[in-house]
C-alpha cells in the first residue's frame, strides 16, 4: 500500500513494491511507473501520482557515493505525520522488494532492530534520532540535506482521456401525404459544471508571543507530583508540530505536556494509583502507562492574520540563511549545538542548555521565524525554528486557537 508524504518541502511516495524492469512493445503505452537504474515500481492505479517523487530516492540523495555501496539499509520517522519507512538499496538501487510502512513507533523500531540485527547489511541510513536507539555496531550514515546534483525518481506515465462530452443520439420521423422521411444525427451536448463556492480565505501564521507566553505560564503555575515518578521531558507544541514525544497522543489543541519515569525502587500498582489520587479535579490531563506517566496542559496558540486577497508575504530567510543567524545569535551559549536535521519540513536544531525563559528570550532575535518545536529532555533544551511560512485558511477560523 503506498503513501503520499512530504519530505523537505516535496511531495514524495512511499511504500512502492521494486521489482526487474522489463521491456515493453512499442505499440503499448507506457504504464504508471517509477523507473530506478534497472528497477520498476508500477503504479496501475497511480494515474495521481504522476510526477511525485520517490521517498526512498529523496533518502538515498542525502547520501555521499561511498555510502551507498553496497546493501544500505534505510530506516526514517516523521512523527508529524506518523511517518514509519523502511527499505534496502543495494549498490544505489531498490532492492527487489516492497518498502516498509508500520502504522506505530513500536513496530517500527522492533522491525528497525531486527533487520539491523539479522546480518547481510553493510550499512545504515537514518535520522540522528533513530540512531541513537538502534543497538548495532553496523556503520551509520545520518540522512541530510538532498545533494544539488541529485535527480530523485519520479512516478511517470500518461494520463487517461476523459471525455466531457456524452452523445445522444435523437431521431425524428415525419409522415406526410407525398411520403415519409426518417432523419437520425448525432447531438453533443456539453455538462453543465456546477460554479464552484468561493469561500473567503486568508493568509495566517501562529501568534508565535501568545504561544510562548502562554507556554511559560503554564510551567510557572506547577504541576502535581506523585511519589515515584521522575521527570525525563518536558515541552510545548501545537498539533501541527512534529516533536516525538507527542507520537501516539490524540492532539487537537496546543499542549504543554511532561514525561515521567517510574523509578524502579518502588511499587509500580502504587504509583499509579497514587498519580492519578494527585492529579485528580486539576487542569491536567493524565495518560498512564506500566512504566510511563504523560501529562498535558492545554495552551494558547492562535492563529493571526498576515495576508489579504490571495497574497503571501515576502520571501523568508532560507534554511543555510537561518543556520548561520541561529550560529551568531546563539554563540557563547552552554553546550550549543546546531543542526539541520532530516524531516518533512526543512528547520534548524537548536540544543543548549538553559531555561526556556532564556532559549525564547534570544530566539525572539531571529524575526520572521516559526517553532516546530520546543522540547527539553534532562538539562538539554531542544528548539526547532522554520523560515515563516504562512498558510491559507478560511476567514472564519482565524479566530481559533490551534
Partial sequence: MTRV???????????????????????????IAAHWSTRT?????????????????LLAGSLP????????????????????????TVNGKPRLAEESLFEDRKAFLAYVNRECGSGGIDGIATTAELAELINTDIKIALIGDLAQAHIPVRVEGATRKRHTHRMLLGSVAAVGVAGCAVFAGLLWSKQPEPEPEVIPKVAVIIDRAVFEQSCLEAFREGWPRAPGWEITGEGCATPDMGDPALNGVLRTEALAYREYRLNKTYNGEIARRAAKAVHEGTQVTLHVEEQRLFATKVIHAPLIEVGQGGSLPPTKPSLADLRDEASAVFLGSLSLKISLPAGAEPRVRIELQGSFDEVLATARRMPVTAISRLSRKGETVTLDLTPEKPRFVPVSSIKKDL
Fill in 65 to 88: 557515493d561511498q555510502a551507498s555501496r553496497g546493501t544500505i539499509f534505510f530506516a526514517f520517522e516523521d512523527a508529524s505525520q506518523d511517518l514509519y519507512f523502511a527499505a534496502v
Fill in 5 to 31: 508524504v512530504t519530505y523537505q518541502g516535496q511531495k514524495a511516495v512511499a511504500g512502492l513494491r521494486w521489482g526487474s524492469r522489463a521491456d515493453r512493445p512499442f505499440w503499448r503505452a507506457a504504464p
Fill in 41 to 57: 515500481a508500477f503504479l496501475p492505479d497511480g494515474e495521481n501520482l504522476i510526477g511525485t517523487l520517490s521517498l526512498l530516492s
